[in-house]
């Protein structure tokens, strides 16, 4: 894709409006250093540094979409604690409309705590509900998601699902149907354990063992080239059956990914990863930029091709963090 192309797509982003919603979680992040074996246990001792926090799980691709210069509504439910006022401190951080956040005494806001020591993460620890939000949540949700449709502001909802107890099929099916009546994009990065097969999606963007978990088949080993690995091309065709997306754009790590259109035509972009340090988030910034620009009128192709630049500089950092613009722009300069 030239530069000029380029500029044309991103040029619009400011102007898109994306309903998110999903499971909003809070990243922690312990950084310390560690130069010797606990006398209780065979474990590391860490000397503690520093400690970060910012948005993660669903809220991490809302932080994305701003940081890409787009406009985001976010939709979720979190507890009613001190993680959660700081959940909407960032979200407020960052610009982002937090009017259907929702609070419920009944649950803890997710918090996933990372220890990390020479960049390398140690051990994770998460606290969090996954017990089903209330009816009632996922109800005031949905309408506020259709005021949003009806009232022209928004271009395109994004369902983000970690499988953590907001969406259920009944609740995706009710919003496809909200996008269908407003002829807006959805799109979904799905989880495998909880398979939320709706027909018609704009895009769905699972990765290799997502894509075989949803498809209910054995993840077995890649093969090269890509589209002489029989095995993903079952598992794409099935998924195309079953979910009938637009686009299907599987991501294989290394191997880059596959763009598998509804028209029949696939496309396998190599990554454009340098170096990996972490894939954390990865996903989120992929589905980001990809709804991004086709809302920008974007081909299929050339928003696999965008998203790939900006999954390739978010795994070259440590941390859960987003892609910026003039870093997606500055990575098409060697092309």
Same mark, same amino acid.
């Given at each position: 894709?030239?530069?000029?192309?380029?500029?044309?797509?991103?040029?619009?982003?400011?102007?898109?409006?994306?309903?998110?919603?999903?499971?909003?979680?809070? /990243?922690?992040?312990?950084?310390?250093?560690?130069?010797?074996?606990?006398?209780?246990?065979?474990?590391?001792?860490?000397?503690?540094?520093?400690?970060?926090?910012?948005?993660?799980?669903?809220?991490?691709?809302?932080?994305?979409?701003?940081?890409?210069?787009?406009?985001?509504?976010?939709?979720?439910?979190?507890?009613?604690?001190?993680?959660?006022?700081?959940?909407?401190?960032?979200?407020?951080?960052?610009?982002?409309?937090?009017?259907?956040?929702?609070?419920?005494?009944?649950?803890?806001?997710?918090?996933?705590?990372?220890?990390?020591?020479?960049?390398?993460?140690?051990?994770?620890?998460?606290?969090?509900?996954?017990?089903?939000?209330?009816?009632?949540?996922?109800?005031?949700?949905?309408?506020?998601?259709?005021?949003?449709?009806?009232?022209?502001?928004? /271009?395109?909802?994004?369902?983000?699902?970690?499988?953590?107890?907001?969406? /259920?099929?009944?609740?995706?099916?009710?919003?496809?149907?909200?996008?269908?009546?407003?002829?807006?994009?959805?799109?979904?990065?799905?989880?495998?354990?909880?398979?939320?097969?709706?027909?018609?999606?704009?895009?769905?963007?699972?990765?290799?063992?997502?894509?075989?978990?949803?498809?209910?088949?054995?993840?077995?080993?890649?093969?090269?080239?890509?589209?002489?690995?029989?095995?993903?091309?079952?598992?794409?065709?099935?998924?195309?059956?079953?979910?009938?997306?637009?686009?299907?754009?599987?991501?294989?790590?290394?191997?880059?990914?596959?763009?598998?259109?509804?028209?029949?035509? %696939?496309?396998?972009?190599?990554?454009?990863?340098?170096? %990996?340090?972490?894939?954390?988030?990865?996903? /989120?910034?992929?589905?980001?930029?990809?709804?991004?620009?086709?809302?920008?009128?974007?081909?299929?192709?050339?928003?696999?091709?965008?998203?790939?630049?900006?999954?390739?500089?978010?795994?070259?950092?440590?941390?859960?963090?987003?892609?910026?613009?003039?870093?997606?722009?500055?990575?098409?300069?060697?092309?």
């Amino acid at each position: 894709m030239n530069k000029s192309r380029l500029t044309e797509i991103i040029s619009t982003f400011k102007t898109k409006n994306i309903a998110v919603i999903g499971d909003l979680m809070l /990243d922690v992040y312990v950084w310390g250093d560690t130069s010797r074996i606990s006398p209780e246990a065979p474990v590391p001792v860490v000397q503690i540094n520093k400690k970060t926090q910012c948005l993660g799980g669903a809220s991490n691709v809302m932080r994305n979409i701003v940081t890409l210069s787009g406009n985001v509504y976010a939709c979720g439910v979190i507890g009613d604690d001190e993680n959660a006022k700081k959940v909407r401190s960032l979200l407020a951080e960052y610009n982002i409309n937090a009017d259907s956040v929702y609070s419920s005494s009944d649950r803890v806001t997710i918090e996933k705590q990372r220890v990390m020591s020479s960049g390398q993460q140690l051990l994770r620890i998460d606290y969090e509900t996954t017990n089903e939000v209330s009816k009632y949540y996922r109800d005031k949700i949905i309408d506020d998601i259709a005021q949003l449709a009806k009232n022209k502001k928004i /271009d395109a909802i994004l369902i983000e699902d970690y499988a953590k107890g907001l969406l /259920d099929i009944a609740t995706v099916e009710k919003i496809n149907n909200i996008a269908k009546e407003y002829n807006l994009f959805i799109t979904l990065d799905p989880h495998p354990g909880h398979p939320l097969k709706t027909k018609n999606l704009t895009l769905i963007t699972p990765n290799r063992m997502e894509a075989f978990g949803l498809a209910g088949v054995y993840n077995s080993e890649p093969k090269t080239p890509v589209l002489d690995d029989s095995a993903l091309i079952a598992v794409s065709e099935k998924l195309a059956e079953e979910w009938a997306p637009q686009y299907l754009l599987i991501t294989l790590g290394s191997q880059g990914m596959a763009l598998f259109e509804k028209n029949g035509n %696939v496309k396998v972009i190599p990554t454009r990863a340098r170096e %990996v340090f972490d894939v954390s988030g990865a996903g /989120d910034t992929v589905i980001s930029a990809f709804t991004l620009a086709l809302l920008g009128g974007a081909t299929g192709v050339e928003a696999a091709i965008i998203a790939n630049h900006a999954a390739g500089i978010v795994v070259g950092k440590v941390g859960t963090v987003s892609v910026m613009l003039n870093e997606l722009i500055r990575s098409f300069d060697d092309e």
